[in-house]
């Protein structure tokens, strides 16, 4: 419950809304990482609002925050409404559900870790883990790195974050990124993909002003020293700026 909008709001207009998957028909499958499942918000918001087949994969280290809303699901609507289906993907780890229009993963463990397994490539990737300021390191250079193997070309990553050490990061893992729609929370948020096309607002020339003048433009396991002019020639020199 830690966004200011609101954990439903948030997932309704930061994921579901951007990520278009509303559009898809019954015939359409989305596989959709979930990745810092929480208590499910943005997982079931998708389940609720779409009328396409959903390979759901969510990834979540510490299941005591559902667990506990579980517990008291009788606050939330959604959860209350799949309650029983939530302890069951908790305990069981994989279910079914809307008439096997939904197929729910749960892959708990590290992230990272995770990935060794056999997972199906996304098409959506809900990106919301704690706060950078939290856990820095998995919004890194590193962390972004790690997922492109992972990616199809036309995959798109959805995230509440766009501070300029995380933006800058997915850009020099190799992202193309973008503008996110704005919330009565935040002014931005950020979209990336391998394919420019997938974007709304790919970030220009004018962001690198930003990275210029900002007190804290570098990706959180940039070398030390912390030279700018070094991040902005990486920066330029990234397929984000060269396509």
Known sequence: MHSRLGTWEEARRVYLEPSRVEEKGPAEEVVIWDVGMGIA???????AHTRCRLR?????????????????????????????ELAQLVSEKSISLENGLVNWQLLEGNFFACLRQNVDLPDLIFWDFYSPSVFPSLWSTGSFRAILPHLKPSTLLLTYAAATPVRSAMILAGLQVGR????????????????????????????????????????????????????????????????
């Open 41 to 47: 918000a943005n997982a079931l918001t998708a389940i």
């Open 180 to 243: 996110g729609v704005a919330t009565p929370a935040k002014s931005e948020t950020t979209e990336a993909s391998l394919d420019r096309s997938g974007l709304r607002a790919p970030l220009g020339p004018e962001w690198l002003r930003k990275v210029s003048v900002s007190s804290q433009p570098f990706p959180y396991d940039f070398p030390e020293p912390l030279d700018r002019a070094k991040l902005l020639s990486l920066l330029q020199e990234s397929p984000h700026f060269n396509e």
């Open 56 to 84: 759901i994969i969510s990834f979540e280290n510490d299941l005591d925050g559902m667990c506990t809303a579980l517990a008291h699901a009788e606050r939330f609507d959604l959860l209350l409404r799949f309650r029983r």
